[in-house]
């Protein structure tokens, strides 16, 4: 567990932030990395693997399903001695996927494409999230997943004996790469041939990943280029060969790379870079919001890491913030950034509108609420219209100070330590410690970019 303490009292910043900084490496290729390395023959060597909690959740339901893995703590190295997807076993006990969505829905696609029984459950968090989205398209293409949770939530029931998933076409009504994932994987466990469409393009590091292994799948224009005409749609084939194990290098993850882009943002003055972080066109919404408030991005060093995902060093230069519209189809690319974005909107100049964002609902809490409570606390005028979010920003008058529960989400708790750099007074946030889900060392980071050193510092 974390050291992080539960309630914590947070410095304005009172300078601009500058620095340089490897942000943790990204939980969602993280964790399948250790899923397809747990699956293929042979060693998989994982370099720069997460450090949240998120992540081990997901070694730990491997683990429990048999597979022979070692992380080293210090340096984030893991290494899997994969014997093929005929290493897992069936387990009996419920395999608990903490607070982890992903851990939950790409395991699940995989045990039922295994023909392996399984429970999974989570944490108070995860068991009120919707986890029909999986089990309904699984099951219409031949899987027996059953969702027994009152409200379509955890827990989820693999009856891998029971029924055989047999692939085919699926149109998704959410563009979620969870769900996509779930399919893909199986398909992949069954070796039999899957075609996903979606409204817009979710998040690729699956086919990525996939593809590195060898596997021959296929995929529209539009996880290169977004905004490509048409349907994004990805086409895995019958595929029956083993995975080989392999070399993956995992990105810094540009979701808690989004908190120090941000807060750079806010503070004039500010240069910060973030090595190496993940580049992927499907997740560069935070970058592309950035330059429409005006601050200025620059990307170094383009490159693609051991495993296929693209890379670079991003360096944000602040300067005056003006108001931005995010229209929905947007949202799938920042789905995770959406609070520090709102953040971002109630500091600049003018009405910032952010549309579509239903989703946001159904996270590890209601964020669409959470943030609307967040920027209130803070003194901003806000207000949520249907799915969307309208802020007045304060043109660059501090926040007022506030007290702000984060409610164990994560994003939230990010949201909020950011949204006290720029308040009048010291802020409150309590629950800070579930930031150990993906990004433990957030506070430490902020604190080694300030100029101007806190005070009263709190952080251990
Ligand atoms: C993730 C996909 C996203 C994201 C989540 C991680 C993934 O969820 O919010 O944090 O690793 O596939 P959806 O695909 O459900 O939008």
Not at 91 to 104: H, K, Y
Request: charged letters at 20%; one cysteine or more; glycine letters at 10%.
């Amino acid at each position: 567990m974390s050291q992080l303490p539960h309630h914590i009292t947070l410095e304005p910043a009172y300078g601009p932030l500058r620095g340089t900084i490897r942000v943790p490496g990204d939980k969602s290729v993280s964790h399948r990395a250790a899923m397809f390395g747990a699956i293929a023959h042979g060693e998989t060597s994982v370099e720069g693997f997460g450090p949240g909690e998120d992540n081990r959740s997901t070694l730990a339901v491997l683990r429990d399903l048999g597979a022979a893995l070692h992380l080293d703590e210090a340096t984030g190295a893991l290494r899997i001695q994969g014997r093929g997807p005929e290493g897992l076993r069936a387990a009996s006990a419920p395999l608990d996927c903490g607070n982890s969505g992903t851990t939950l829905r790409l395991m699940t696609g995989l045990l039922a494409g295994l023909r392996l029984d399984a429970t999974l459950i989570g944490d108070a968090s995860l068991s009120s999230r919707p986890m029909r989205r999986i089990a309904d398209p699984l099951n219409a293409l031949g899987a027996a997943v059953e969702v027994t949770g009152a409200r379509g939530t955890p827990p989820v029931h693999v009856r891998g004996l029971a029924a055989a998933f047999r692939g085919g076409h699926a149109a998704l009504t959410v563009a979620s790469a969870q769900v996509k994932s779930a399919l893909l994987l199986a398909a992949l466990g069954a070796g039999v041939p899957m075609r996903v469409e979606e409204p817009s393009p979710s998040r690729d590091h699956t086919e990525v990943m996939l593809r590195a292994f060898g596997v021959p799948l296929r995929s529209s224009p539009h996880y290169e280029h977004p905004d490509a005409p048409g349907t994004p749609w990805v086409d895995l084939p019958a595929w029956g060969q083993p995975l080989q194990g392999r070399r993956l290098e995992v990105p810094g993850d540009i979701s808690s790379a989004a908190f120090l882009l941000v807060a750079a943002a806010l503070l004039p003055g500010s240069e910060v870079c973030l090595t190496a972080c993940g580049a992927t066109p499907t997740r560069a919404g935070v970058l592309d919001v950035l330059r429409d408030v005006g601050v200025e991005v620059r990307l170094e060093h383009v490159r693609r890491l051991d495993g296929g995902e693209p890379a670079a060093d991003l360096r944000v230069r602040a300067t005056p913030l003006h108001g931005f519209h995010l229209p929905p189809e947007a949202v799938p690319r920042a789905v995770d950034e959406i609070p520090v974005l709102a953040v971002l909107a109630a500091f600049a100049h003018g009405t910032s509108r952010l549309c579509g964002l239903a989703e946001l609902r159904v996270k590890e809490c209601d964020r669409l609420e959470r943030t609307r409570a967040l920027l209130d606390a803070a003194g901003c005028q806000v207000a949520i219209l249907g799915d969307d979010l309208l802020i007045h920003g304060r043109g660059g008058v501090p926040f007022t100070p506030f007290d702000f529960d984060a409610t164990h989400d994560h994003r939230m708790a990010a949201a909020a330590a950011v949204a006290s750099l720029v308040a009048s007074g010291p802020c409150r946030v309590q629950n800070i410690d579930c930031l150990a889900i993906s990004y433990p060392g957030l506070l430490r980071d902020l604190e080694a970019l300030r100029t101007v050193p806190p005070t009263h510092p709190e952080i251990p």
